[in-house]
């Protein structure tokens, strides 16, 4: 949409740079940075310009340094960072009004800016959460349920469990080793681990996500040896 600018104000006189109002015949005022307003040559009044070029290319530049220092340093999913940006560039925050219509686009524009440059990937996500998740004697089902909570789609959770090829057995072991440690577990008379006990050791690892079977045979034979 073409829009004329009227006039282009400093709207901030106590600092060097500031913001400036500019007005559009059509927008109304909109502020912009001094960077900005020099950038795109909003003091040049009088002449018209192209308010979704403008508006699409601000919102996007103003949200790459927002989103940068978030996602740097430590991985986030692409869903983590898109929400992140919506909460950021709110109505509530000014991106109201003109603004609006350009925050959705310009979020997931900006994801896959970070994608390409490897800022930001569900792939590289997954597998990274799944390595600092492998030893906490959680199962793989628990560990895509959490990647799904993250924002990960749920088949891509799910494959990257796969394709990580994580020992349930071995997890579902450790993690009842660890439980039952922490239990007093007293016998019957018979010299046999009590059946609600049995069950408790049971429903923990089923909370963890291992399957029934494991679940059950792992607790079998713990208790099997502990009889012994």
Same mark, same amino acid.
């Given at each position: 949409m073409d829009d004329r600018l009227l006039s282009c104000e400093k709207a901030d006189t106590s600092a060097e740079g500031g913001e400036y109002a500019v007005t559009f015949e059509t927008a109304g005022v909109l502020r912009f940075s001094y960077e900005e307003t020099a950038e795109y040559c909003l003091y040049d009044t009088g002449r018209t310009l192209e308010l979704d070029a403008l508006l699409t290319a601000v919102t996007e530049a103003r949200m790459k340094r927002f989103i940068i220092p978030y996602c740097a340093f430590t991985r986030r999913t692409e869903r983590q960072i898109y929400d992140r940006l919506l909460e950021k560039f709110s109505g509530v925050n000014g991106y109201s009004g003109v603004w609006a219509p350009y925050v959705e686009p310009s979020a997931a524009g900006v994801v896959d800016f970070l994608k390409e440059r490897g800022y930001a990937g569900d792939?590289? /996500?997954c597998a990274a959460y799944i390595k600092s998740r492998a030893d906490k004697n959680v199962s793989g089902n628990f560990i895509a349920a959490e990647l799904i909570k993250r924002g990960v789609e749920r088949q891509a959770a799910f494959r990257a469990v796969a394709e990580a090829g994580l020992d349930e057995s071995d +997890?579902?072991? $450790?993690a009842l080793e660890k439980k039952a440690n922490g239990m007093r577990m007293e016998k019957d008379e018979n010299g046999c681990v009590p059946q609600k006990t049995r069950a408790a #050791? =049971? $429903? *923990? #690892? #089923?909370?963890?996500? *291992?399957?029934?079977g494991l +679940? =059950?045979?792992?607790?079998d034979? /713990?208790?099997d040896g502990i009889r012994d």
């Open positions: 792939n590289a /996500y +997890a579902c072991r $450790r #050791l =049971v $429903r *923990f #690892l #089923l909370s963890r996500g *291992f399957d029934t +679940a =059950v045979d792992a607790v034979e /713990y208790i």
